[in-house]
């Protein structure tokens, strides 16, 4: 029997028998393959089978369908084809598949494939205007809008809390420090935050801080809550409304 | 000054390489400018999350792509020429980092690499929106096609950065004639084991043409060796042009 295989980062998370009825993919719980990412439509796209064969349809979502690499509004497929939505694959298995009557084909026209899209200028800008509204659509989110902070829990430094406003946040005795630490012997630039797209990322100065109990690698990403040690002084990472 | 950029052109071989040679000039003239004399006028936006010097490097990217703009708009043969930039401005420990289109930043700290600029590239674009994936965007032909470039637009965004070095950090400035044949583990692990930033620079080079380089390689290594800005390790450009 044909099935759909929903993978994330070559993980499998689901698997969806296809029958008579179709296959609904999107954000909306409701659908037969929910995928829970804001780069997905409520109702994305769907996959069903017309004419003996098997079709998926983009249901004019915003980021698009892809197959196998290529934009698409409606296309056939077949066995071992991988659906892209999102970040999200979904891979066509047919390999024991006998549902399909034979004569069926005769019945309707194969179903129309949508041109494939030239990557020109033209997709270029829409594809930036997509880019511009997924970053809107982030910034409207109630994660954009709070305001990352340090909270001191231990250790002598120039302030109780902290937000951070700027791309890079040092951590020191320097005087170019946004957290500055007044204990002896502390480095000038013991450790340092980098702002990124998406989000904060901790990393080493002098010495290696702390998240969580544990020495950071390289850079790393900050979390709600995270306690970080630089040396003896214990800050919490917080986004604040 | 420690001003270290880098320059891929494009627009047919020697449009590029006017293109490119330009943009460089005008970069470290307004740089140079502005040291001189904080009046100095600034080009495009800044912005206040980062230092005045790291918005210095932007406004100086703003005015490269006025002047490459201007001048292929008044030479017809010249129109549509355009470059990437990345430039790292050292400032005792601060690192002041601007980039427009595909040519890369990269921080070796620690024995792990870590690239500090995002490619403005069409599939890199795709890859950030999560339309694409990573191993997607190394296969596809397209590859080349940029989002951003200095000078074919009459106005240009610039990325910005800032970071701070640390003692036995190594920057590394490359065009994409590198890092298209060369992996991240072979360019920590060729660092890594270099004796000095000359010598890490000729042998990233040597790597991208033994694995089939077709493209102009330009690297730059720098070693941050102590926090005296006179000890920074030599700098090297390397540009060759195979076959």
């Known amino acids: 029997m044909s099935r759909l295989v929903l993978k994330f980062e070559g993980a499998v998370l689901k698997e969806v028998p296809l029958g008579t009825r179709p296959v609904t993919i999107g954000r909306a719980p409701d659908n037969d393959i929910p995928i829970d990412n804001l780069a997905v439509s409520n109702y994305h796209a769907r996959v069903y089978v017309e004419a003996g064969s098997l079709v998926v349809e983009d249901l004019n979502s915003l980021n698009g369908s892809f197959l196998n690499d290529i934009r698409v509004e409606r296309a056939m497929l077949k066995d071992g084809d ?7 694959h979904i891979l066509v298995d047919q390999i024991n598949d006998a549902a399909v009557p034979v004569d069926s084909w005769r019945k309707a ?19 930036l205007e997509q880019a511009a509204a997924a970053g809107e659509r982030s910034q409207l989110s109630p994660a954009r809008i709070r305001v990352p902070t340090l909270t001191v829990l231990r250790g002598r430094t120039d302030a109780k809390d902290y937000r951070l406003t700027g791309k890079l946040t040092v951590i020191g005795r320097s005087n170019m420090a ?4 007044r204990s002896w012997f502390t480095p000038n630039i013991a450790a340092q935050i980098n702002k990124h797209d998406d989000g904060y990322y901790l990393g080493r100065g002098d010495i290696v801080p702390k998240v969580n109990g544990v020495e950071i690698g390289g850079l790393t990403k900050l979390n709600d809550g995270d306690l970080i040690e630089v040396g003896r002084v214990r800050l919490n990472f917080l986004y604040r409304d | 000054m420690d001003l270290y950029v880098l320059s891929d052109g494009m627009g047919g071989e020697a449009h590029g390489e006017i293109a490119s040679k330009v943009a460089v000039q005008t970069i470290v003239d307004h740089c140079r400018k502005a040291e001189n004399s904080r009046a100095t006028p600034t080009f495009g936006e800044s912005h206040p999350g980062v230092s005045e010097r790291t918005n210095r490097l932007t ?18 043969e010249q129109r549509g020429m355009g470059a990437t930039i990345v430039a790292a401005w050292i400032n005792g420990q601060m690192l002041s980092l601007a980039h427009v289109g595909d040519s890369r930043a990269y921080l070796l700290r ?5 690239q500090l600029t995002g490619d403005h590239s069409l599939v890199a674009e795709k890859v950030r929106i999560g339309i694409l994936t990573p191993q997607e965007a190394d ?9 951003r470039a200095v000078g074919t637009n009459e106005t240009v965004e610039v990325d910005s950065d800032e970071q701070i070095l640390i003692i036995g950090d190594a920057l590394l400035l490359c065009s994409d004639g590198l890092t298209r044949m060369v992996t991240d583990p072979e360019i920590a ?8 930033a000359q010598n890490a620079a000729d042998r990233l080079v040597d790597l991208a043409n033994e694995n089939g380089g ?30």
């Open chain 1, 178 to 181: 946004t957290v500055r630490l």
């Open chain 1, 109 to 127: 026209p194969a179903p129309r494939m949508n041109e494939t899209m030239v990557l020109d200028t033209r997709v270029r800008r829409e594809m």
């Open chain 2, 189 to 196: 692990s060729t660092i890594l084991t270099s004796s000095s």
């Open chain 1, 82 to 88: 991988t659906i892209l939505v999102g970040k999200h």
């Open chain 2, 59 to 76: 406004s100086a990217i703003h005015l490269a792509n006025r002047v490459v703009f201007e001048t292929a708009s008044v030479n017809p």
């Open chain 2, 214 to 243: 077709v493209d102009n390689v330009s690297v730059i290594v720098l070693r941050f060796l102590a926090k005296s800005e006179s000890l920074l390790d030599r700098l090297k450009i390397w540009k060759r042009i195979s076959g």
């Open chain 2, 110 to 114: 620690a024995g792990s690499l870590e």
């Open chain 2, 139 to 147: 296969a596809s032909e397209l590859q080349s096609v940029l989002t």
